[in-house]
């Protein structure tokens, strides 16, 4: 058994030992029934205190993952066997705890209730002349803490807090925010199509929407998506009040406590809200510079029996990474044998740019010789997982466009193409799906805005979002480009960093020892913003990546941002 411990990361060491044996054991490296070595020998080999060792095992008992037999020793648990105990508590792995009260705020908030209670039973009278002018009433305050749902507590709101920390300020270079330059809006577009739309009187006598949405504008998705390389059609269709409506109408539809949820280790965060809203239990899968390692699929797949695996296989968010075909074949493939549902995020399958003109490679690093550098200048361009910049074939086709039997749902907005205030996305599911969140919908919004969605099917009429997303596409890949050359030029040594051939985001690494945090406090100070790593990990832990939204900025301000931000590393 060889376990590798990183003493420079800022990731504990117990948790660095439990992910070692996670790993090995759903890979069966280590078999079903191997005798783990025991507390003190282990951390005698690796050299570390022997709590480390008891903590890593703990939350590998938590996950079901192993067991202990007194005066035995401790063992790899058979697939399916999970110990009571273990299926009861809350692990590290699964959605972050419930927030409870302490016994001192219960006291208090129970010590206040007392309070209020004698004081209405027994009020004491002062007689008017002896109150002093300034008196305020005093009122009992609410115990927010007892008061608040078990589901806003399952909430972390601490990464609400760091993203709006990280994209607030006067900032003069934003990487930051997961939206559109304001410059990119196309407004005469927008002016002039809901003139047409208000103007038209097709509408005329319809009071409001059906709840999937107007007709016409679900059978001009339905086309588009066709044109994606999905077989879809009316009834496969429903109209969002954005694509986060659509998970969280997902969740509410098929994820009850204590589910199993498969998710990319680092993913969008929002989506790991709405996960943790329904206190399901959320496993983060490994990520390579193909994105999720599905060759470990089955392995988690039989030991966690997931209710949905959540993926965002082209262009993800935060890492840019894209899935090649034969992983997305495989993942379809478990999610059928396992019979779990897939849900697919494609905000930004209409972005596609090809690969960067500098480099044809999906992770580069910035401490390369020039024997390195001659090989990827000489490298062939495409290949599995690539997609050339000429050819349409090449374009990544969704999940939901492999398969015909309903496992996979399929999430869309035109928020990343058009604006971010128009809140308006799709879902493209079975027709059992569709009537069953149409019936839980209900509960939330009725329909989408009538005015929105007359404006997106002036949109996709006669092809006209398809031209704004020419410009778009050909404008972003040089902020694309842009942004690697910097990276290229600034970043210091141990850098790393991906290249997304679509999308809004580069995924970088930063050397060993530097923690994001710090560098965006630095940063900050210095005008300019990104997205720290931790936002996006399962486990909140990663503090050694930044993303980079290169979209956001000006494409002037690029450049002078990444020497900023690779100036910022190479000090700390």
């Given at each position: 058994?060889?376990?590798?411990?990183n003493?420079?990361?800022?990731?504990?060491?117990?948790?660095?030992?439990?992910?070692?044996?996670?790993?090995?054991?759903?890979?069966?490296?280590?078999?079903?029934?191997?005798?783990?070595?025991?507390?003190?020998?282990?951390?005698?080999?690796?050299?570390?205190?022997?709590?480390?060792?008891?903590?890593?095992?703990?939350?590998?008992?938590?996950?079901?993952?192993?067991?202990?037999?007194v005066?035995?020793?401790?063992?790899?648990?058979?697939?399916?066997?999970?110990?009571?105990?273990?299926?009861?508590?809350?692990?590290?792995?699964?959605?972050?705890?419930?927030?409870a009260?302490?016994?001192?705020?219960?006291?208090?908030?129970?010590?206040?209730?007392?309070?209020?209670?004698?004081?209405?039973?027994?009020?004491?009278?002062?007689?008017?002349?002896?109150?002093?002018?300034?008196?305020?009433?005093?009122?009992?305050?609410?115990?927010?803490?007892?008061?608040?749902?078990?589901?806003?507590?399952?909430?972390?709101?601490?990464?609400?807090?760091?993203a709006?920390?990280?994209?607030?300020?006067?900032?003069?270079?934003?990487?930051?925010?997961?939206?559109?330059?304001?410059?990119?809006?196309?407004?005469?577009?927008?002016r002039?199509?809901?003139?047409?739309?208000?103007?038209?009187?097709?509408?005329?006598?319809?009071?409001?929407?059906?709840?999937?949405?107007?007709?016409?504008l679900?059978?001009?998705?339905?086309?588009?998506?066709r044109?994606?390389?999905?077989?879809?059609?009316?009834?496969?269709?429903m109209?969002?009040?954005?694509?986060?409506?659509?998970?969280?109408?997902?969740?509410?539809?098929?994820?009850n406590?204590?589910?199993?949820?498969?998710?990319?280790q680092?993913?969008?965060?929002p989506?790991?809200?709405?996960?943790?809203?329904?206190?399901?239990?959320i496993?983060?899968?490994?990520?390579?510079e193909?994105g999720?390692?599905?060759?470990?699929?089955?392995?988690?797949?039989?030991?966690?029996?997931?209710?949905?695996?959540?993926?965002?296989?082209?262009?993800?968010?935060?890492?840019?990474?894209?899935?090649?075909?034969?992983?997305?074949?495989?993942?379809?493939?478990?999610?059928?044998?396992?019979?779990?549902?897939?849900?697919?995020?494609?905000?930004?399958?209409?972005?596609?740019?090809?690969?960067?003109?500098?480099?044809?490679?999906?992770?580069?690093?910035?401490?390369?010789?020039?024997?390195?550098?001659?090989?990827?200048?000489?490298?062939?361009?495409?290949?599995?997982?690539?997609?050339?910049?000429?050819?349409?074939?090449?374009?990544?086709?969704?999940l939901?466009?492999?398969?015909?039997?309903?496992?996979?749902?399929?999430?869309?907005?035109?928020?990343?193409?058009?604006?971010?205030?128009?809140?308006?996305?799709?879902?493209?599911?079975?027709?059992?799906?569709?009537?069953?969140?149409?019936?839980?919908?209900?509960?939330v919004?009725?329909?989408?805005?009538?005015?929105?969605?007359?404006i997106?099917?002036?949109?996709?009429?006669?092809?006209?979002?398809?031209?704004?997303v020419?410009?778009?596409?050909?404008?972003?890949?040089e902020r694309?480009?842009?942004a690697?050359?910097?990276?290229?030029?600034?970043?210091?040594?141990?850098?790393?960093?991906?290249?997304?051939?679509?999308?809004?985001?580069?995924?970088?690494?930063?050397?060993?020892?530097?923690?994001?945090?710090?560098v965006?406090?630095?940063?900050?100070?210095?005008?300019?913003?990104?997205?720290?790593?931790?936002?996006?990990?399962v486990?909140?832990?990663?503090?050694?990546?930044?993303?980079?939204?290169?979209?956001?900025?000006?494409?002037?301000?690029?450049?002078?941002?990444?020497?900023?931000?690779?100036?910022?590393?190479?000090?700390?």
């Open positions: 058994m060889r376990l590798e411990l003493r420079h990361s800022s990731m504990p060491m117990y948790r660095q030992l439990a992910a070692e044996l996670r790993e090995q054991i759903i890979s069966g490296t280590l078999a079903e029934g191997y005798r783990l070595p025991p507390e003190r020998e282990l951390a005698a080999r690796l050299e570390v205190n022997r709590t480390t060792i008891l903590q890593a095992y703990q939350q590998l008992k938590d996950e079901g993952l192993i067991a202990s037999k005066g035995k020793g401790t063992f790899v648990l058979p697939r399916g066997e999970v110990p009571t105990s273990a299926a009861s508590r809350p692990t590290a792995t699964s959605s972050a705890p419930m927030t009260p302490s016994p001192q705020s219960t006291a208090s908030s129970a010590s206040s209730r007392s309070d209020a209670s004698q004081s209405t039973q027994s009020p004491v009278r002062l007689a008017r002349h002896e109150l002093p002018e300034t008196t305020e009433p005093t009122v009992a305050r609410p115990p927010w803490s007892v008061l608040f749902s078990d589901y806003s507590n399952r909430f972390t709101y601490h990464d609400i807090a760091s709006e920390r990280a994209q607030r300020g006067d900032t003069v270079i934003d990487f930051a925010t997961g939206s559109p330059n304001p410059a990119d809006i196309p407004d005469d577009l927008l002039a199509v809901s003139i047409e739309a208000f103007a038209s009187h097709e509408f005329d006598g319809q009071p409001e929407s059906p709840i999937e949405g107007f007709a016409e679900r059978d001009l998705l339905a086309e588009h998506m044109d994606r390389g999905v077989q879809c059609d009316v009834r496969n269709v109209v969002l009040s954005g694509s986060e409506q659509g998970i969280d109408l997902c969740v509410r539809a098929f994820v406590p204590g589910d199993c949820v498969l998710v990319e680092s993913t969008f965060f989506a790991l809200q709405a996960f943790r809203s329904a206190d399901a239990r496993i983060g899968v490994p990520m390579d193909h999720m390692r599905t060759d470990l699929l089955d392995g988690y797949c039989a030991r966690f029996h997931p209710k949905l695996i959540y993926t965002i296989p082209t262009f993800q968010n935060p890492t840019g990474t894209t899935m090649p075909a034969e992983r997305r074949s495989e993942l379809i493939d478990v999610a059928r044998r396992y019979q779990c549902l897939i849900i697919e995020d494609d905000a930004y399958g209409d972005l596609w740019y090809g690969p960067a003109m500098a480099d044809s490679r999906d992770f580069q690093t910035a401490d390369r010789t020039d024997e390195d550098i001659a090989e990827v200048e000489a490298a062939p361009r495409g290949g599995v997982g690539h997609i050339a910049a000429a050819g349409k074939e090449r374009r990544p086709i969704p939901k466009g492999m398969e015909n039997a309903g496992y996979v749902m399929y999430l869309s907005t035109f928020s990343k193409t058009v604006t971010s205030g128009l809140r308006t996305g799709w879902i493209v599911a079975d027709p059992h799906v569709i009537n069953r969140l149409a019936g839980l919908r209900r509960m919004d009725q329909h989408t805005s009538t005015s929105s969605q007359r997106c099917l002036e949109l996709l009429k006669e092809g006209r979002i398809a031209e704004h020419r410009t778009l596409t050909a404008s972003y890949r694309r480009d842009a690697v050359a910097a990276l290229e030029r600034f970043a210091p040594a141990g850098m790393r960093w991906t290249v997304p051939e679509g999308g809004y985001y580069l995924w970088a690494a930063l050397p060993q020892g530097v923690r994001s945090l710090d965006l406090d630095a940063c900050r100070a210095k005008g300019v913003t990104f997205m720290p790593g931790s936002v996006f990990d486990d909140e832990m990663d503090d050694s990546h930044i993303r980079l939204n290169f979209v956001r900025p000006a494409a002037a301000d690029i450049e002078r941002g990444i020497r900023i931000i690779g100036e910022t590393v190479a000090e700390l």
